[in-house]
């Protein structure tokens, strides 16, 4: 079956940095396009980046623009989200999901457990 496990969460300060991984397993994860989503409690999750199934194109969320960079490994089957700078506002689970499509940003149909990230101020 498909699987997606995301690591690398974790607690870290102010201004620091975490590297994100998901690794996925069960699906030709170079015939989709990735995301990266998070949740903060008591918000609606948000899309916060996307990458293409070849990473020739990405979007970021204005809340992470110029310190987020998303990227893949296609033949490694992963996904990585690098995040710089860290706000006390960036504290969420952070979720990687697989599109339907190598394109589509908006029809994720697999999903991974999640890994929390919480950034102290």
């Known amino acids: 079956q ?20 998901c690794a996925a397993s069960g699906l030709t994860f170079a015939n989709r396009a990735m995301g990266w989503f998070r949740q903060a409690p008591g918000k609606e999750r948000e899309r916060i980046a996307y990458i293409s199934w070849s990473g020739g194109n990405t979007y970021y969320a204005d ?15 992963t996904l990585y989200l ?5 706000k006390a506002e960036d504290t969420a689970v952070y979720y990687c999901a697989a599109s339907s499509t190598r394109w589509s940003n908006t029809g994720y149909d697999y999903w ?8 102290s101020s």
């Open 2 to 21: 498909v699987q997606l496990v995301e690591s690398g969460g974790g607690l870290v300060q102010a201004g620091g940095s975490l590297r994100l991984s």
């Open 63 to 77: 809340s992470v623009k110029g310190r987020f960079t998303i990227s893949r490994d296609n033949a490694k089957n």
């Open 112 to 119: 991974g457990q999640g890994t929390q990230v919480t950034v």
């Open 82 to 86: 690098q995040m710089n700078s860290l």
